[in-house]
């Protein structure tokens, strides 16, 4: 396996993957990030190293975790030769349910027309497209919802006593715990399909003051207080995750790969959380 941007979820792929004898590859922009790279089992590459393309060629799977820009799909632009010259087994692009765009809280599936309205939404989908006219790629597309798990949750807020329920009406989030990203990556490359779109979330989208809510119930601490959106000191990324409001259907996942979800919803999956803190 290569993957182009061994952040976070792509980290933890690696993980599952060495511990089943794969020899996975991974680049990044940072030298510093070599030994958290290798301590997920990947062999580290600077994203420029003159031997990327000769180790991509010789790799059946690939996964592309790093994000596009303005300038397009990094990866698609600086190795486009490799992929229409190589026949891989497998090509994976981790995308995002901002594709979608909002939709006032209806639900979006697989063949919702995509109407992003954010940046990064609209960069998504153009990337989305570009790999996608690549011939002869066996490309699956992964649309993930907010991403969670160890190290990445909203405990440390709540700890630190800075978190608030932000509140604007009826408005909901999908999340996505990172052991079932896996494990829908997983089955989708011992599905050996040619290719297909999927989204990655979990079965219930909720108010994001909830989850808040929840978190700190686990933790035994005060419930943070609730304030308005339009009185939240939000950053301009922050702000823009409340641009858009949809829920966000998983029935593929299930029905053509199987998956059934190890933290179907949020309690299930902050529960676990809080145990693997406490060591339970």
Avoid at 24 to 48: C, K, M, N, W
């Amino acid at each position: 396996m290569f993957i182009f941007g061994a952040g976070y979820t792509a980290g933890n792929l690696s993980k599952k993957l060495t511990e089943q004898g794969w020899t996975v590859y991974g680049t990044t922009r940072r030298q510093e990030r070599f030994d958290e790279i290798a301590q997920s089992g990947a062999h580290p590459l600077l994203i420029d190293d003159p031997t990327v393309s000769e180790r991509l060629s010789t790799c059946s799977h690939v996964l592309i975790s790093a994000g596009p820009s303005e300038n397009g799909d990094p990866t698609l632009n600086d190795y486009r030769s490799v992929f229409v010259e190589n026949r891989f087994e497998w090509v994976g692009y981790l995308s995002t349910t901002g594709v979608y765009g909002g939709t006032d809280g209806e639900w979006v599936d697989e063949e919702t027309p995509l109407h992003p309205t954010t940046t990064r939404g609209q960069q998504r989908k153009s990337a989305e497209e570009a790999w996608s006219e690549v011939p002869n790629l066996p490309l699956h597309i992964f649309r993930l919802a907010g991403i969670y798990g160890p190290g990445r949750g909203p405990f440390s807020k709540v700890k630190s006593g800075k978190a608030q329920r932000i509140i604007k009406k009826d408005q909901v989030f999908s999340r996505i715990h990172v052991e079932d990203i896996v494990q829908v990556l997983c089955a989708s490359i011992a599905a050996g399909t040619d290719g297909g779109v999927y989204n990655v979330c979990d079965n219930y989208p909720a108010p994001p003051q909830d989850v808040i809510g929840y978190a700190a119930e686990l933790l035994g601490l005060p419930i943070p207080p609730a304030i308005a959106f339009e009185d939240a000191n939000l950053s301009p990324m922050g702000r823009s995750f409340y641009a858009e409001n949809k829920r966000v259907a998983n029935e593929r996942i299930k029905l053509e790969l199987e998956v059934a979800l190890k933290y179907p919803d949020y309690k299930a999956g902050l529960g676990a959380l809080v145990r693997l803190e406490k060591g339970l």
